[in-house]
C-alpha cells in the first residue's frame, strides 16, 4: 500500500485522502498535508478506511496533543487534538459548508467561527462502567473498550473535581454510567445511571469520595430513558439538559434570536424548548410565544423559576402538538441530533411563519432538513461555532426566511 496525502477532515474528525484507485480513505488522527503509511486498510465498494500506520510527513498544523489519555488511551471523546485550534476552526467550518453542498444542495459561505475557550471548559460529562468494573471513557472505534481516566483535559476544573472524589470509589451494584457537573454557573450534580435504584447502605462510599471534593453536589438516579429521582433529602431541581458550555451556549442563542429579527407582536414557537431560556427572550421582546418541550420535570421547573406571561408551555413531542399550535410568525427550533424530520418540517412550512432560526448540532440533518423546506424558504444568514473544541463537533444557526 503506498502512502496518502491528506487532503481534509471528514464531518466525523478523520483525516481524508485518496488511494492509488481513487477511493477516498478515512484514516483516524490524521491531518490536513500528512503524508501518512496507513494500516489494517478495509476496502468497500466506494471508499476505504485505515489507521494511521507511520506518519512519514507532518501537515503545517499538526499539533502535539495535550492531552495524556489522548494518544496513550486513544480516547475517543476527543477526535482532532491533533489539530491547532485554528485548524479545526477552518476544518469545522469546511465541513458545514461542504454538508450543505452536498446534502442540502446549498452553496453557502460559512464566515469565520469565532475563536473561543479550547480547554477545560466543558461542564457535563459522563463516564461508563464496564462489566470489569473499570469506570472511564471509550477508546476511539472501540465502544466495548473503556480505560480508566484519570482527568479530562477538556471539562472544567470543578467537573474534574468531582470525578476525583467519584474515581476509585466502591459504586452501588449495576451502576452502567455517571455524569458529573460543575463549574461555569452550573450547580453541581451526580447522576448515577443504573436499572434499579440504589439502595441508601450502598451509597455510602460514593457519598463519601464526594464529601471530600468539598464541593457537597446533589446526587440523583436514572433509570434509563426515565425520570431522575433525588437520593439527597433536599435537593435542587433536577439537573436537565444543558450546553456542555454554557456561556458560549448564551452568546448562540442571544445571536439566533437576534437573527429571527424584530418580535413585537409576533406569534413565535420555540421547538423543543428545553429550560425554555429562548422563549423568555422571545417573550421579553415582546412576543407571545408557544413553547414545546417533552420533558415534563424541565417544563414544571421553567415554569416556577421564570413565571412569565405571554409564554404558554406545552409537554409532550413535537410532532404530536405542531399542528395545534396557533400559527407563527416566527419559529425558532434547537432539535437533538436528529434534527427535526420531514414531519415537522412541513408543518412548519404549512404553517407558513416569515421566519425561521434553526439551531443545529448536526450538519447532516440541518442539510437534510433545510432542503426539505424546498424553494418557499431561502438562507437569510448562516454562522457556525466552535462549541466544542477538540472534538468534530460544530454548533450552526440557521436563519430562513420566507421567499
Given at each position: ?8 477532515i ?56 495535550a ?7 486513544r ?12 485548524a ?46 473499570t469506570?472511564?471513557?471509550?477508546r ?13 483535559a ?12 467519584v ?10 454510567r ?34 471530600g ?166 438562507i ?24
Amino acid at each position: 500500500m503506498n502512502a496518502v496525502r491528506i487532503t481534509g477532515i471528514s464531518a466525523s474528525g478523520e483525516g481524508v485522502g485518496r488511494l492509488e484507485d481513487g477511493r477516498a480513505v478515512f484514516i483516524p488522527r490524521a491531518a490536513p498535508g500528512d503524508l501518512v503509511q496507513p494500516v489494517d486498510v478495509q476496502l468497500h465498494a466506494r471508499y476505504a478506511r485505515a489507521q494511521l500506520g507511520t506518519l512519514l510527513e507532518s501537515g503545517p498544523d499538526r499539533v502535539e496533543p495535550a492531552c495524556r489519555h489522548y494518544t496513550a488511551d486513544r480516547c475517543g471523546g476527543c477526535q482532532l487534538q491533533h489539530l491547532s485550534a485554528p485548524a479545526q476552526r477552518a476544518a469545522k467550518r469546511e465541513m458545514v459548508e461542504e454538508t450543505l453542498r452536498r446534502i442540502g444542495k446549498l452553496n453557502v459561505t460559512v464566515p469565520p467561527l469565532p475563536p473561543g475557550r479550547e480547554w477545560g471548559y466543558r461542564t457535563r460529562f459522563t463516564v461508563t462502567r464496564d462489566a470489569a468494573g473499570t469506570v472511564g471513557f471509550h477508546r476511539l472505534g472501540e465502544p466495548g473498550r473503556i480505560f480508566p481516566l484519570v482527568t479530562c483535559a477538556i471539562a472544567s476544573a470543578e467537573a474534574n473535581t468531582l470525578w476525583a472524589g467519584v474515581r476509585g470509589v466502591q459504586l452501588p451494584p449495576g451502576t452502567e454510567r455517571i455524569t458529573l457537573r460543575a463549574g461555569e454557573g452550573e450547580a453541581a450534580s451526580v447522576v448515577l445511571h443504573c436499572p434499579e435504584q440504589p439502595a441508601s447502605a450502598d451509597l455510602g462510599p460514593l457519598r463519601a469520595g464526594l464529601a471530600g471534593t468539598g464541593m457537597l453536589p446533589s446526587l440523583w438516579w436514572q433509570r434509563e430513558r426515565g425520570q431522575m429521582v433525588p437520593l439527597d433529602s433536599t435537593p435542587d431541581a433536577a439537573p436537565g439538559f444543558s450546553q456542555v458550555q454554557p456561556a458560549l451556549g448564551d452568546a448562540i442563542r442571544e445571536h439566533a434570536v437576534a437573527v429571527l429579527g424584530p418580535a413585537p407582536g409576533a406569534t413565535a414557537w420555540d421547538l423543543y424548548s428545553g429550560a425554555g431560556q429562548a422563549s423568555l427572550m422571545l417573550a421579553e421582546a415582546g412576543a407571545q410565544v408557544e413553547s414545546v418541550e417533552r420533558d415534563a420535570a424541565v417544563v414544571g421547573a421553567a415554569e416556577q423559576a421564570h413565571p412569565r406571561p405571554g409564554i404558554t408551555r406545552h409537554v409532550g413531542r413535537v410532532e404530536q402538538l405542531i399542528r395545534r399550535l396557533p400559527r407563527p410568525t416566527l419559529v425558532y427550533t434547537n432539535p437533538p441530533r436528529t434534527g427535526m424530520g420531514a414531519e415537522v418540517v412541513g408543518a412548519i412550512r404549512s404553517a407558513g411563519p416569515a421566519r425561521v432560526v434553526y439551531v443545529s448540532c448536526d450538519p447532516a440533518t440541518l442539510a437534510r432538513d433545510i432542503l426539505a423546506f424546498g424553494d418557499g424558504y431561502r438562507i437569510r444568514s448562516v454562522q457556525s461555532w466552535d462549541l466544542f473544541p477538540q472534538t468534530a463537533h460544530v454548533e450552526t444557526v440557521v436563519c430562513l426566511e420566507a421567499a
